[in-house]
């Protein structure tokens, strides 16, 4: 029996829950502002912490994201949908009821394309954030000495993106979420940072044996805080499933805490202790009503998505694949890159530039293209100047670039401050490479016979004389007419 | 000159023509408050601060030549389940007995800039649950008209203080008949809006599918007048409706009952009606037929079902809006928790009182998973079967005529232990409050031992004008209103 055991296969299947914090301005139903980092229960008011009395009214900007989000996975944007109080006591909530969205999601049926492989997006909906609780002598709730609550959060729009389990390893679920992030940055509707709980990511994991059609009893796991926890997170739940299978046992249906230090899952609590959440519509609010027109203006707002450009950018630009990669990630380096091609530049060059020493630059002083003083204007002119001749490449990486992100300069001033101007006078650098090849015998030698590999070495040379300002390109013309 | 009898129409007329001036008028209604109060105990509290200052500033503006509304001057007493901004909101709840208002509701800043002048805080059930205001925390309000029966409820408080004269309006607020109910009982004029008709913001919630905030008024001009004021959408309350208020008081007329057509709702002139009651109804038929008005006999078969379906929504709401008061952020903490759980036990065991846990409890398990479709989800199907039947009658007639209730007022304490019978008091009252339309009470008799007995007019969704008009003919035919002036204070003077 052991043995037998011991040889099944397992099939991890995985299911997303994301939470993604709008970027409204105010919460989704009162005008508090959303920011964060504020001082304590600074941005609250009477209807966010539930005072007796108040009512909700829902801020139309939050309909607008969670459709524009809807649109963007490829979902049925519902007409008709309302909202409902899911209910449950704890202190982060203060009317002990959330304002969520049970029966009737405003969006569904959609799908994301993740390398080719369809993952199917049941329903997204809206709702509002719980506020934030810190403990004293403790990490949790029970157990410690006193709990504080700071209600900025409460009410913080929330829109919740589930998928169906069609996910089926963690670096899938890792690739799932990655573009799933790149595409809410690209709508321009939320931060995407896991850190700071600005998207937030619960994984439904199960295991069957490969070629099961029915699916294991799952497990929720909370409190993934990086797509490098994500994997680990499902790994490790992966591996516990398999442990109690393959011992006989069976496992439980509940939630779980993935703990960042141990890289382990823990109970949080079983089906049993489950909440029931006494779902009733919200009688607050009246039932959402959603115009065909709302729809098609929200449409016309959605830019290119980075799934979109990750397919035309090899297509249209001749980038490989990865080269298409870094450019998207970040939506205002892509539409840089693209300005700067409209602008007439070199496709594959401003790429290789944007690629190699802007982003080695951004990381350096950790900024982005945004925060950069350079135009997209600029680095075209940069490129135009290589292209005719005017600089080389060397001189634009190590002495013209630096300033122009930094303070945006023109190319065109930087060359003619620092005289970095290209020698292309052949009378002048003839000289010079005359010199060069007399004063060097021995390496001579092997040039003529054929060494092509010490050609660098001349070059180098002549450069070192003129400052760097010799066009590589006369001066190779030059050793092979002086050589002859 | 005595004011406290007067109508707020003839304050208002005083106090614009420079008779009396606003300071003059609150002393004399603080004089009768504290002549009475001992007797009714209708306030929760005293909002003298509040008041002082807005006479002192009505007073300014009167002497620079402002010309000021038609409400401008009249005292006005609210039910303690209201915000007013600075004074607490007690609910009649011992958990909120230390709340203070940190906003102000809709309907009472509409009122204070009218030019209306706060009192008090009226008395009333805990949550607005009940019908005799005996499930307060604080105190127990006597019917003016017999010390030893209810006043009715929940807005028991509101409508004892209108009749005894402390006031001469007063806003209470409308679940299921909590206006209607204690107006009936205490001989005055009660009326719920439809329901959007008066923003719900700075209402504290009891089933917020029902909640009304509705006038009292010892006659149907003061009602008009009152209603007029509050009435409006109001962004703050989505649930508002965004539709113009018309003039109720410029077009109060005897004449214009004349040619409409009044339903008698069978149903409610059956078995567990008193027969004083039916007696009183029949006469005021008569009434409204020499008004020239055509009186047919109507049925709604659906209405029989409005206790059990509003019993489980309006629970079911309230087991959620309840849920806030927890201990952690405002109200009462229980001492002694270690932990957050026992808090929150020991703050609600300690904190509502055994009407407000059974609702609480009823609602929780409507909404259960695995109850959900038999009750709430049934509930809200049949209660759109009521609606539908409402619909069908009004394209027949233009007003719905029965009872308010189906007795006068009862003793103290007589049903008390048998909430069944107490939630039957309300069984003429709930049906317009689950379809959300307009119902008045208005006082059209009395039983043999004097009690006041009330009838209730219902009209299309936003036709508070067509039942204005036709309580305001009614009320001018009936000749109780002397009866009433002479009356109202029985017991207590």
């Not at chain 1, 008011?45 to 009395?53: D, E, H, K, N, T």
Request: charged share 25%; net charge neutral; glycine share 8%.
């Amino acid at each position: 029996m052991t043995a037998i055991k011991s040889k099944t296969e397992y099939e991890t299947v995985i299911g997303l829950e994301v939470h993604a914090q709008l970027k409204t301005k105010t919460k989704i139903f009162c005008s508090c502002p959303v920011d964060f980092g504020a001082e304590p229960n600074t941005n609250v008011c009477p209807v966010c912490l539930g005072m007796p009395g108040v009512l909700p009214v829902l801020n139309r900007q939050v309909v607008a994201y969670a459709i524009k989000t809807g649109l963007a996975l490829n979902c049925t944007v519902t007409k008709h949908c309302k909202f409902d109080r899911k209910q449950y006591f704890y202190p982060d909530l203060p009317k002990n009821y959330q304002i969520s969205q049970y029966d009737q999601p405003i969006c569904e049926n959609g799908y994301l394309e993740v390398s080719g492989k369809r993952i199917e997006i049941q329903r997204i909906h809206m709702e509002e954030d719980a506020g934030k609780l810190v403990h004293a002598g403790s990490d949790r709730l029970h157990g410690s000495d006193y709990s504080l609550v700071d209600y900025n959060r409460t009410g913080t729009p929330l829109i919740e993106i589930v998928s169906m389990p069609d996910i089926r390893s963690a670096e899938e679920a890792k690739e799932y979420a990655q573009l799933l992030r790149s595409i809410l940055r690209y709508l321009d509707v939320c931060d995407g940072n896991l850190e700071e709980g600005s998207m937030r990511c619960d994984v439904n994991v199960s295991i069957r044996p490969i070629g099961s059609t029915t699916f294991g009893t799952r497990c929720e796991i909370k409190n993934v805080n990086s797509f490098k926890s994500l994997i680990r997170a499902t790994e490790s739940e992966v591996e516990r499933q398999k442990e109690i299978i393959e011992s006989g046992g069976r496992i439980i249906q509940e939630t779980r805490l993935f703990e960042e230090n141990s890289g382990k899952t823990v109970s949080m609590r079983s089906k049993e202790e489950a909440h029931d959440y006494r779902y009733f519509p919200e009688p607050d609010l009246v039932p959402l009503e959603i115009s065909a027109q709302w729809i098609n203006e929200i449409k016309e707002t959605i830019p290119e998505l980075p799934n979109q450009k990750k397919l035309r950018y090899p297509k249209d630009y001749g980038l490989n694949s990865e080269e298409a990669k870094v450019l998207i990630e970040d939506r205002n380096l892509a539409e840089f890159y693209e300005a700067v091609i409209r602008l007439g530049a070199n496709a594959k060059k401003a790429a290789n530039w944007l690629i190699g020493p802007v982003t080695a630059y951004m990381k350096e002083h950790k900024t982005d293209i945004l925060n950069c003083c350079m135009t997209p204007k600029q680095l075209a002119d940069l490129l135009g100047f290589i292209e005719k001749g005017a600089i080389n490449d060397n001189i634009a990486k190590t002495e013209i670039l630096e300033e122009l992100l930094g303070q945006g300069t023109d190319s065109e001033e930087i060359i003619k401050q620092k005289g970095l101007a290209q020698i292309t006078d052949t009378s002048a650098l003839k000289e010079a490479v005359k010199e060069v090849l007399e004063s060097n015998p021995t390496q001579l030698k092997d040039l003529k016979e054929g060494k092509e590999k010490i050609r660098g070495f001349f070059v180098g040379q002549v450069m070192k004389k003129t400052g760097g300002k010799a066009s590589p390109q006369i001066v190779n013309a030059l050793i092979d007419e002086l050589i002859k | 000159m005595t004011i406290i009898n007067k109508s707020a129409k003839e304050i208002n007329k005083l106090f614009i023509n420079k008779e009396i001036s606003a300071k003059e008028i609150i002393d004399s209604f603080y004089k009768q408050i504290e002549l009475i109060e001992p007797k009714i105990q209708a306030l929760t509290s005293l909002t003298k601060e509040l008041a002082y200052r807005q006479a002192e500033e009505l007073d300014k503006r009167i002497s620079k030549g402002e010309k000021l509304g038609p409400i401008a001057g009249v005292p006005i007493v609210i039910k303690d389940v209201i915000c007013v901004k600075g004074f607490s909101a007690t609910c009649g709840s011992k958990i909120l007995e230390n709340f203070i208002a940190p906003y102000e509701a809709t309907a009472t800043g509409k009122l204070w800039d009218a030019g209306a002048i706060c009192l008090a805080k009226s008395n009333m059930d805990e949550f607005a649950m009940g019908s005799s205001t005996e499930n307060s925390a604080f105190k127990k309000t006597k019917n003016p008209w017999n010390l030893n029966t209810v006043p009715g409820g929940s807005s028991g408080g509101s409508a004892a203080s209108v009749a005894s004269m402390e006031t001469p309006i007063s806003l209470g607020t409308d679940t299921g008949g909590s206006v209607r109910q204690p107006a009936s009982f205490c001989g005055v004029v009660g009326l719920k809006p439809t329901y959007g008709r008066v923003s719900r913001f700075g209402l504290i919630a009891f089933a917020s599918s029902l909640d009304q905030i509705g006038p009292f008024a010892r006659n149907v001009y003061d009602a008009a007048l009152t209603l007029q004021v509050i009435s409006g959408y109001d962004p703050k309350d989505t649930t508002s409706l965004n539709v113009e208020v018309p003039d109720y008081i410029s077009r109060l007329n005897v004449n214009t009952v004349k040619g409409k057509k009044i339903g008698l709702i069978k149903e409610l002139m059956g078995e567990g009606i008193d027969a004083e009651v039916k007696k009183a109804i029949e006469v005021s038929v008569r009434l409204f037929k020499d008004l020239g008005a055509e009186v047919v006999e109507v049925s709604l078969p659906n209405i029989k079902y409005s206790l059990p379906v509003y019993y489980i929504i309006a629970t079911a709401e309230a087991s959620s809006n309840l849920a806030r008061y927890d201990g952690v952020k405002y109200g009462l903490r229980a001492d002694g928790a270690k932990e957050v759980l026992p808090m929150y036990t020991k703050t609600r065991q300690s904190g509502f009182g055994p009407e407000v846990k059974r609702r609480i409890m009823l609602g929780t398990y409507a909404l259960s998973s695995g109850y959900y479709d038999a009750y709430y989800k049934k509930a809200q199907q049949v209660r759109k079967l009521v609606t539908q039947d409402f619909l069908n009658t009004f394209e027949k007639v233009d007003l719905l005529l029965t009872p308010t209730c189906p007795t006068t007022a009862f003793e103290l304490g007589a049903k008390v232990d048998d909430p069944l019978s107490m939630y039957l008091s309300d069984i003429a009252t709930i049906p317009a409050s689950l379809a959300g339309l307009p119902s008045v009470s208005v006082p059209c008799g009395f039983d043999s031992k004097n009690m006041p007995i009330g009838l209730q007019l219902t009209a299309p969704s936003l036709s508070e004008e067509l039942l204005l008009d036709a309580a305001y003919a009614f009320e001018s035919v009936c000749n109780l209103s002397e009866k009433l002036k002479d009356k109202h204070a029985v017991g207590v003077v």
